[in-house]
């Protein structure tokens, strides 16, 4: 199958530490994370922030196949995952990641819409890799 690469270089410890972050494809190259950018909301990147990105675009892509796979050939999928990082003794851990879904996908039932998407929910690989809780709210426009 494939290997992609990522890699981090944190400069400082702790807290007066900066970190820079970059992915093979060059997509994010020597992008600024640290504890700032973590918890404080300042310009940068966090791991949460990149474990949901990771987590939207893929459940978001394995629904696209699923629903292609169904006999559906038009749509659009919008997708937000929001990654909850807990207090968890004297660490922490990604506790939950909550995707939101608003779909258009003409001709499609309620039904058959909700098995699909929870489908690609349970199975899109980064929700296999979590170990967390995950959840889907799904919305249906209709025409």
Do not use: W
């Not at 990654?83 to 039932?109: H, M, N, Q, W, Y």
């Amino acid at each position: 199958m494939s290997v992609r690469s990522a890699s981090a270089r944190y400069e400082g410890l702790g807290k007066d530490g900066k970190g820079h972050v970059s992915t093979q494809s060059g997509v994010l190259s020597d992008n600024a994370y640290g504890f700032n950018t973590r918890f404080e909301n300042e310009p940068g990147t966090n791991p949460e922030e990149l474990i949901a990105a990771a987590h939207a675009s893929c459940f978001t892509m394995a629904l696209s196949f699923a629903l292609a796979e169904a006999g559906h050939s038009d749509g659009t999928l919008e997708t937000t995952a929001k990654v909850t990082l807990d207090k968890d003794g004297a660490g922490f851990k990604v506790s939950k990641s909550a995707l939101e879904l608003v779909a258009s996908v003409p001709g499609i039932e309620q039904a058959d819409f909700d098995r699909i998407a929870d489908d690609a929910k349970a199975n899109c690989p980064i929700s296999k890799l979590l170990n967390a809780e995950i959840t889907l709210e799904k919305t249906l426009k209709t025409a």
